[in-house]
């Protein structure tokens, strides 16, 4: 079955410095999301994306967020100058549709601040 | 917030019991789903429920949806070791699909 994939599965970066975490969304899916899970708290939805442009995102994903998918296959995920706040599980999603329709998850990047 | 509460927050419970996990939303739905987290791992679709659904059954698992009480449950028959991990209710809000999740309910079975 297709699957989600997630890389690096753990990234340790410095405050201050940018970070690019990167998904391969399953291939014929064409809505495709980033959330995040703090440690202990539940899973906050940042941004979704179709036909290649931002189509809503949250409070959370401020000016120091970009989304891109640079290529078919890449989504990625762009933070410009790390906050020790940011420090949490990323996840990428990708669904064939919009409504009625499940999202499929990647494993998830652990982003750590240091 | 648009998702309410799940509770229980934390279940213990037997290998071979059943699992009861509820949850609650504050505003009207297209559809609800649960979704799985094991430790350290993504999440995975369980089972979607449409707003016009009461009931549906996928295996070993059993979910309702009372719309009147903006309520929905998750029931795990027969449960497994391998059933302990995070267990997530989640509405798509707007028209954009982005998911809102509840805070989850852990289940620990033992063997």
């Known amino acids: 079955e297709p699957e989600v994939t997630q890389t690096p599965s753990h990234q340790v970066t410095q405050m201050g410095q940018e970070v690019i975490l990167r998904c391969v969304p399953i291939?014929?899916?064409?809505?495709f999301y980033w959330y995040r899970q703090i440690l202990g708290q539940k899973v906050e939805f940042l941004v979704s994306f179709y036909n290649n442009e931002i189509s809503e995102k949250s409070e959370i994903f401020d000016d120091q967020f970009s989304v891109e998918r640079p290529d078919g296959s890449n989504f990625t995920l762009k933070i410009r100058s790390t906050k020790l706040e940011d420090s949490a599980m990323y996840f990428c999603?990708?669904?064939?549709?919009?409504?009625?329709?499940?999202?499929?998850f990647g494993d998830g990047t652990r982003l750590s601040i240091l | 917030s648009q998702q309410g509460e799940e509770d229980p927050q934390a279940l213990s419970i037997q290998e071979g019991e059943n699992a009861t996990m509820n949850c609650s939303y504050k505003t009207s739905i297209n559809n609800l789903q649960w979704y799985r987290q094991n430790s350290g791992r993504g999440l995975v679709h369980l089972i979607l429920i449409r707003s016009n659904e009461r009931e549906k059954h996928s295996g070993r698992l059993r979910v309702t949806l009372d719309t009147s009480k903006k309520s929905s449950s998750l029931l795990i028959t027969a449960s497994r070791a391998a059933d302990t991990a995070s267990y997530f209710c989640?509405?798509?809000?707007?028209?954009?699909?982005?998911?809102?999740f509840g805070q989850g309910t852990t289940l620990q079975v033992k063997p």
């Open positions: 989640a509405s798509i809000y707007g028209n954009t699909g982005k998911l809102i």
């Open positions: 291939s014929n899916h064409l809505y």
């Open positions: 999603a990708s669904s064939p549709g919009r409504a009625n329709q499940p999202q499929h």
